[in-house]
């Protein structure tokens, strides 16, 4: 067992829910985006036809499993800890490269492929010159995360069960991320969400602002979120509140670094220096990485912070949201091992 600022966590699994994409990520200018109306630095939930059109209209790409949260868990992994993933795919040919990337890594991925219906979700990332990343997501199968999909003694098991806020988008995924957290909450563990898009919370904010008061021990979200969350252009009174609703919170602000809440103190972690920033795509997931396996190893706030920053100092140095190179390795030569 190990404390964090008061709270008592078994070293062992970390649990992620979300939805199980496959990601297609290729280059584009503004002109592109404007063209075929996307919205810059979103995520726009999209149909298969859509998908297939933006798809075919895409210059060459790069193909990986992906999904936030399933990137979250992957950064877990490759910082050496243990975790679990609880997402839907079909058994099409982008379930399977899926479920064999994902376990791969060393993942557990206990939920069932469909074998019927709409197949595998993908999200199609274009990413403009200036390192932002607009997102087209076609839900697929993601969408079909029932309740029955989630496995109780994995949960149990779990120090902490990481669930994305996009989940929020389908009645059945919702369901299944209130039946997790009931069961972690009643086992112990701890319950984490990230807010995932500032879209997303403008859709859902007041069952979101119900949760980080009410469910959610960890809350993640970068500085666009915080601020639609309390409908504030200004990022102090946002963390004013979420200081108020939350016993811990990671907000991330880009170059500007991180700040953290942990009992209502505020810590400042500055961003990880990086030579040029390519992609920003999976700079979050994998900061809540990172902040997840410092929390779960006993770290303070700020190691916490450091990790996190760490990690998506990596993913932005690079196109993609998987690590290149060991985060295990990184973390102990920088000291935070």
Request: charged residues 25%; proline residues 3%; aromatic residues 6%.
């Amino acid at each position: 067992m190990t404390i964090f600022q008061g709270v008592m966590l078994p070293i062992n699994n970390r649990v992620g829910i979300g939805n199980a994409l496959v990601d297609v990520i290729a280059n584009a200018d503004d002109k592109f985006l404007i063209a075929n109306g996307i919205e810059k630095g979103g995520m726009t939930l999209i149909d298969a036809a859509r998908a297939d059109e933006l798809y075919a209209r895409m210059a060459s790409s790069i193909e990986m499993s992906g999904g936030s949260c399933a990137n979250t868990i992957a950064g877990l992994a490759s910082l050496g800890g243990k975790g679990a993933f609880f997402g839907k795919v079909k058994n099409d040919q982008l379930g399977e490269v899926f479920v064999h990337d994902i376990k791969s890594l060393g993942v557990v991925f206990p939920a069932s492929q469909a074998t019927s219906g709409v197949p595998t979700g993908r999200c199609l990332i274009i990413v403009t010159p200036d390192a932002q990343r607009s997102m087209s997501t076609f839900l697929g199968a993601a969408q079909k995360l029932q309740p029955d999909d989630i496995d109780a003694d994995t949960i149990r098991a779990a120090a902490v069960t990481y669930m994305e806020g996009y989940l929020w988008d389908e009645p059945g995924a919702k369901d299944a991320f209130l039946k997790a957290a009931k069961i972690a909450h009643d086992a112990g563990r701890l319950v984490s969400l990230t807010l995932s898009d500032s879209f997303c919370v403008g859709r859902y904010r007041d069952e979101f602002r119900r949760l980080a008061k009410d469910e959610v021990d960890i809350l993640f979200a970068n500085e666009a979120e915080i601020l639609s969350l309390y409908e504030t252009d200004v990022f102090d009174e946002a963390l004013q509140k979420v200081r108020a609703d939350c016993k811990f919170a990671a907000l991330t602000r880009s170059e500007a670094g991180a700040v953290i809440v942990a009992d209502g103190e505020v810590h400042v972690v500055d961003a990880e220096k990086v030579s040029k920033v390519v992609d920003t795509t999976g700079a979050g997931d994998l900061f809540a990485a990172g902040f997840l396996y410092g929390l779960t190893r006993g770290k303070s706030p700020v190691e916490c912070g450091r990790l996190g920053a760490m990690a998506a100092a990596e993913i932005i140095s690079h196109y993609g949201p998987r690590p290149q190179v060991s985060l295990a390795k990184l973390a102990k030569e920088k000291g935070l091992a």
